[in-house]
């Protein structure tokens, strides 16, 4: 027991007065430390502040209330972020924020300048706007002498003359950043990206510059949002790099559910931006993609339309180009590939140089602009199609398999508006054949006889080409002339074919009697009666019914029956066919066979 409390007394012996003293200190300047910013109200200097970013941004700027920090450093957080667009831009902030926290440097204070060692943004907004003249919302200047006088506090004294100096380190968390651009005083929101995560180095604020800025981010949660898109690309692996005023990107995407995308992209200049880009895919869905692209619901084309706005003044400008590889493209229930497509993107239009697709043996190429300073935004485009295997397209359709073979090639001018209610505007010119095919279960002598009620329809015709003119306006695809030419004889049609797929042909099918003889009995007299005297029979048809589900019957007027170019023993002058050059009695006989009844 005395040996416990021996050890007691020179324990308290062994701890000196000083040490007391020094240990009393630290935990007041600790209790202080943490007290300050209770004690100290520097949110009345809230519009001081507010006024001393206003001189150096030029920019109308709003804080929510201020408290100061001591630990682990000295510093402020700020519970709210406005700095606004410049005059002549619409109301609204560059960049926001829902809080911001600061930490200070001592030393730049004492010399009346700030000077801070990191900023974090929460959960920011930089808003990019560019008009149709050419002018930005982000282009800080140097403040004019108007601007450079201190402007006084808000509790009547004078502002403190310190000036803001540069930020060592930006932190921005869950970051948006969006581009937009003015047409004719309209806001046309153009990207959205959100959930970034970034630290920014040697951000100098006087003068404010983009190309001083560095910065580092993953993209991994990442989503980017188009103009007029339902879906964003969701990014799910890549980084990119802002140094020198350079941007640099790789990623790998998801492109709204219609594809997996994998790139590069590149600003060579972030204060002047264009963007420069490689993509390629294994695959990408078309019908997806339309979904993600479309916006409203068919209901609104109901809607009067809107009379067309002026043309934007300013210059069109480049912001975009690049290339697209894709390996497959899928639109049930067909499949292409590859493709490839040169995009430049300007702040008036879109451009296609062109898009080059392998498809059924052949290549389909379509060069395509899209205006979007037109109301509703319109598009312009030429097709060429070359070599293309019409057996295997109909193949894939149950309804059109087997109907016809033969080469393809098309050539067609479309133009239409981006709207719910394309169909209506959609207009176009072109020409199209098929060379060297043939109609499975089509016989031009067996339609001839049906037609005539004098047999059944059957067999193949192969014919050399099927050619005709093409012109789109009303929903429908009217041609003036649709020409077969066959071995067998010969088809002509005039008519159109909806967009919902109905029918409506006029036309004739022309034969000769050889081609009648030998189709069943009554053909084999027909053809015998006819040799010598008849050339060529012409049947009138009409084509009705849908492409699904097709419809022949017999066309106005009676069948015609051309007589030979010359008679035998001629002297080698031929007379032209006219009602007055009628066959003998048994042609007349046949004749009165094809009359309707």
Known sequence: MATTSAASEAGRRGFPRWAKIVLGLVVFLLVLVVALPYILNVDRYRDSIASEIEKQTGRHVTLGKIRVTFLPGVGLIVEDLHIGNPPGFPQGDVVSAGAIRVNLAIGPLLHSTIHLNSLELVSPKVTLVTDDRGKNNYTFTSPTPAQETPPKAANGGASSGGSLDRIDSLLLTGAEVSLETIVRGKVEPSVDVKGINVTMHNFVISPMTLRDWQADSKLSGVTLALGGWSAPIAFRLGQFRLAGGKLDA????????????????????????????????????????????????????????????????????????????????????????????????????????????????????????????????????????????????????????????????????????????????????????????????????????????????????????????????????????????????????????????????????????????????????????????????????????????????????????????????????????????????????IKNLFKKH
């Open 250 to 589: 790789q990623f790998v995407a998801d492109l709204a559910k219609a594809s997996d995308i994998k790139g590069t992209l590149s600003v060579p200049d972030i204060e002047q931006p264009q963007v420069n880009f490689e993509m390629s895919a294994s695959e990408l869905d078309i019908d997806k993609l339309m979904a993600a692209v479309g916006g409203e619901s068919s209901g609104s084309s109901a809607a009067p339309a809107k009379p067309a706005d002026p043309p934007p003044s300013g210059p069109s400008k480049l912001v975009a180009r690049g290339h697209i590889n894709v390996e497959k493209i899928t639109t049930k229930p067909y499949a292409v590939g590859p493709a490839n497509v040169e995009i430049r993107v300007y702040t008036d239009r879109a451009e296609l140089w062109p898009i080059s697709i392998g498809m059924y043996g052949g290549t389909l190429q379509i060069s395509s602009r899209v205006d979007r300073a037109a109301n509703p935004p319109s598009f312009s485009a030429t097709v060429q199609m070359r070599n293309l295997d019409v057996a295997k397209v109909l193949d894939v359709s149950p309804a059109a398999r087997g109907k016809m073979g033969g080469m393809g090639e098309l050539n067609l001018n479309l133009l239409g508006g981006l709207s719910d209610a394309w169909k209506k505007s959609l207009s176009g010119t072109g020409k199209f054949a098929v060379r060297n095919g043939h109609l499975p279960g089509v016989n031009l002598a067996g339609a001839a006889q049906s037609v005539a009620k004098m047999g059944g329809v059957g067999g193949d015709t192969p014919f050399t080409v099927l050619e005709g003119d093409i012109n789109i306006a009303g929903q429908r695809v009217t041609s003036k002339q649709i020409h077969l030419d066959s071995s067998v004889g010969t088809v002509d049609l005039r008519g159109s074919v909806g967009l919902d797929g109905s029918l409506d042909y006029q036309g004739q099918v022309s034969v000769n009697p050889g081609a009648i003889a030998g189709s069943g009995a009554i053909g084999s007299i027909v053809g015998g009666l006819l040799s010598s005297h008849v050339s060529k029979i012409t049947v009138p048809i009409a084509l009705g019914g849908t492409i699904d589900s097709p419809k022949v019957q017999p066309g106005k007027g009676v069948p015609s029956f051309a007589a030979p170019s010359s008679a035998p023993g001629a002297t080698g002058t031929s007379a032209p066919a006219s009602p007055a050059a009628a066959p003998e009695n048994p042609v007349d006989t």
